[in-house]
């Protein structure tokens, strides 16, 4: 499998065997890790780390990760960088490439980060933007099969907000044979477009993606059931108000408890309890939610190992 020179923008980008790949070489680079032999891949390597919204996780994972394979990130806040002045993107890129043999960036516009990667020489990866968090998919498919042996054949049921999170997961899912179950609030539903591709996608691996506004309907019998913050970076102001909209929307137990009996339960965190989650319930047995942040370093040395 070769993927040297690729951008990582989304899941849309990358085959069920390629999506595949990365999980695999995830797991045995944490194994690895976890023996104490080295890995030092991408030694002499620079990766740039642009980041327009906040980030623990995402910062730190890849940070950390391109240390351990040999390599050297910098955390360029946009506010210190020339584009926060109004340079263009198209020459930030190109000047970056002239340094750099990676550029991940975090920010609102997908367009943005597009744009980013037509100038830019070296790979582009999508730290996060308004439309999709692929980086995040592949951590999370990571868990489930560390978790429950495989992807392939489960019921992955999402109970949220239409965001972000659940366009890669829907892209992911699909493309590696889990059925996706959604419920979200009319009005929140996810995009249209993303919608269609992933049921193509999904229909192409035998398997289904489902939309409903019933949370009972979606996580019955469901093997994973994952949420995500009901007021996305940017959504602030709309806190109070989706709070309101959202509310039979909350994984709690009794919510739960509809699921399968070992079902896992799954956020990308940040979490806001009391939310999209209950204290119980993201503090329970059932959850793994550290493991899945604890993922996101592999996942990313194998995205940072394959394309870089
Ligand atoms: N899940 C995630 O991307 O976390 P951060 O916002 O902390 O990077
Ligand atoms: N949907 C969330 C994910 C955070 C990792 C956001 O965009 O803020």
Not at 228 to 253: C, H, L, V
């Amino acid at each position: 499998m070769n993927l040297k020179g690729r951008d990582f923008l989304t899941l849309k980008d990358f085959s069920s065997e390629e999506i595949n790949y990365l999980v695999d070489l995830g797991l045995d680079l944490k194994t690895k890790l976890k023996s104490g032999i080295p890995t030092p891949l991408l030694s002499g390597k620079s990766l740039g780390m642009i980041f327009q919204k906040s980030s623990t996780r995402t910062r730190v994972s890849f940070e950390v990760g391109m240390y351990q394979l040999g390599g050297q990130a910098l955390f360029l806040s946009s506010h210190d960088l020339q584009i926060d002045r109004g340079e263009p993107i198209e020459d930030t890129a190109r000047v970056l490439s002239r340094f750099l043999d990676g550029i991940l960036i975090r920010t609102y516009s997908h367009k943005m980060v597009e744009d980013l990667a037509k100038y830019s020489d070296v790979p582009v990866i999508n730290g996060l933007t308004d439309d999709f968090h692929p980086t995040q998919v592949i951590a999370d498919l990571i868990t489930i099969k560390e978790h429950k042996g495989t992807n392939k054949g489960l019921k992955f049921a999402y109970v949220g907000d239409g965001n972000n999170m659940v366009h890669s997961l829907m892209i992911g899912g699909a493309k590696v044979g889990m059925n996706v179950a959604i419920a979200s609030p009319e009005g929140y539903l996810p995009n249209a477009e993303v919608v269609a591709y992933a049921k193509e996608q999904a229909a192409l691996n035998g398997v289904s993606i489902t939309i409903t506004q019933d949370p009972f309907e979606a996580v019955a019998d469901a093997d994973v059931v994952y949420t995500d913050t009901w007021a996305s970076m940017g959504q602030e102001a709309e806190k109070e108000i989706r709070a309101k909209i959202f509310a039979p929307y909350q994984i709690n137990q009794k919510l739960l408890d509809a699921a399968k009996k070992d079902a896992i339960v799954m956020h990308c965190l940040p979490a806001y309890r009391g939310y999209e989650i209950t204290n119980e319930v993201i503090e329970g047995a059932q959850s793994v939610v550290f493991d899945e942040a604890e993922n996101r370093m592999h996942a990313h040395k194998a995205i940072l190992a394959a394309i870089l």
